[in-house]
């Protein structure tokens, strides 16, 4: 229940009969509605919520606040000082949105955005999401309160282009299940097979069709969790089973995208592990979207900037070159103890909320900085995006969101030299 603000930090709420309904109960604070995550730190965590009874004559309840979970003082990055290469129109200096949603977040995506836009980036990568609601037979599309709507999507694309960004589709998928088990748990015969293709084909147009008319820049496709359905696709290293025919069906369906939405359409594909499952369809796009995932070895910003280097020239600008595209660089690291090291195997580590292992601020910020160190002196990268920022609230937990964190500034640091306004 929003609390009604008196100025000054000060809210108040009242609550009417009937009381009887009620007796004891308890109640907690939280912020941005994110309930759970953002609380009050006497009702965090678990904690029991501050008991109250009802009474026959009005009750007065003050309460002040000492502290939120997960949110202290403002935290800044040290001083960068770097030199920066400014780059050429067409670079992406980006930020994606986690993949998930719920309602409760809607009324703070425009604050979000703000934001966003005030790290000077010039692209909003947004990911909305359709359900796997059953496998067999396979039901799949929007579910209200799980994945955003049609009208949900398009006020937050309005937001973001009211404030001058590029924005960008990303669409995935909610699982009832582990992405590779779930997979693995699939009939993946020759009827179920038709039915993926046919679902998926209405997905694809249906963000098409959304981008089309929302006015958005872009559209990203594929992703790890379309790689079984791919030519040669595979589930736990065997045969996923997928029709001989997958590459005319997919090609099929990005000339229907085509034909729906006119901006750019790239393909996704994770590093490591995906570049040598790249369809050869993907070469009829406009870029690849790079799911960064890579380790980095070293404990200091020079050795990782240096790890990330030797990755990038030996696996990356062939791969660039082979496809004739841009490549367009999307990053995740949490804000925890070894976050250099962390890989999608440790999924918690990029959620919100997390804290284990032992949050870490600067470690996150330092591999930003040694990333965004490697990619000012490549310049055939078309860009570079922070991907997992947890838009209704800023949380100083151990996740991949760079929201409310030191390595937010890193973000505002490099973007605005990588685009030329900020000297």
């Known amino acids: 229940m929003p609390m009604w603000p008196l100025g000054d930090n000060q809210w108040v709420y009242q609550l009417y009969s009937p009381f009887n309904v009620l007796g004891n109960f308890q109640y907690r604070y939280c912020r941005n509605d994110q309930c759970g995550l953002a609380d009050d730190l006497q009702t965090a965590q678990g904690k029991s919520g501050r008991p109250v009874s009802s009474s026959l004559t009005p009750q007065d ?7 939120w979970n997960l949110f202290q003082a403002a935290a800044t990055a ?8 400014s780059r050429q129109s067409g670079f992406w200096a980006g930020v994606e949105f986690m993949a998930g949603y719920d309602p409760t977040w809607q009324a703070w995506l425009p604050l979000a955005i703000q934001d966003i836009k005030s790290r000077y980036a010039n692209w909003l990568v947004l990911t909305p999401t359709w359900s796997v609601s059953r496998t067999d037979p396979l039901v799949f ?31 995935g998928v909610n699982l009832p299940m ?8 699939a009939p993946r015969d020759a009827a179920w097979w038709d039915d993926w293709f046919s679902l998926y084909a209405a997905f694809a147009a249906y963000h098409a069709d959304l981008a089309a008319k929302s006015g958005a820049s872009a559209l990203i496709l594929g992703g790890d969790w379309v790689a079984p359905a791919l030519p040669a696709g595979q589930v736990n290293g065997t045969s996923s089973g997928v029709p001989a025919d997958a590459e005319t069906r997919w090609e099929t369906i990005i000339a229907n995208v085509r034909q729906r939405f006119s901006g750019q359409v790239l393909w996704a594909v994770s590093y490591p592990g995906g570049l040598q499952s790249v369809p050869t369809f993907a070469r009829n796009l406009d870029g690849i979207y790079l799911l960064w995932y890579a380790p980095l070895s070293g404990s200091s910003v020079l050795d990782m900037k240096a790890a990330a280097g030797q990755l990038l020239d030996k696996d990356i600008q062939p791969f660039q070159t082979a496809q004739g595209k841009p490549v367009i660089l999307a990053a995740a690291y949490p804000s925890a103890s070894g976050a250099a090291g962390a890989t999608l195997s440790m999924p918690a580590l990029f959620q919100p909320g997390t ?23 490549r310049a055939w990268l078309g860009g570079f995006v922070s991907r997992g920022y947890y838009p209704p609230a800023a949380l100083q937990d151990a996740s991949a969101s760079v929201h409310g964190k030191p390595a937010e500034d890193e973000l505002g640091y490099w973007f605005g030299r990588f685009l030329g306004v900020v000297h």
Do not use: C, I, K
């Open 355 to 377: 804290s284990q292992p032992p949050v870490n601020l600067q470690a996150q910020s330092d591999v930003y900085q040694a990333m965004f160190s490697a990619v000012n002196e």
């Open 61 to 67: 309840l003050q309460d002040t606040l000492t502290g």
């Open 141 to 171: 599309s929007p579910v209200p309160g799980a994945d955003p709507l049609w009208a949900d999507m398009l006020d937050t694309l309005n937001h973001a282009r009211a404030s001058n960004l590029n924005v960008a589709l990303f669409p």
């Open 178 to 185: 582990d992405t590779a088990a779930w997979w693995q748990a």
């Open 78 to 85: 040290a001083p960068t000082n770097l030199p920066v290469t």
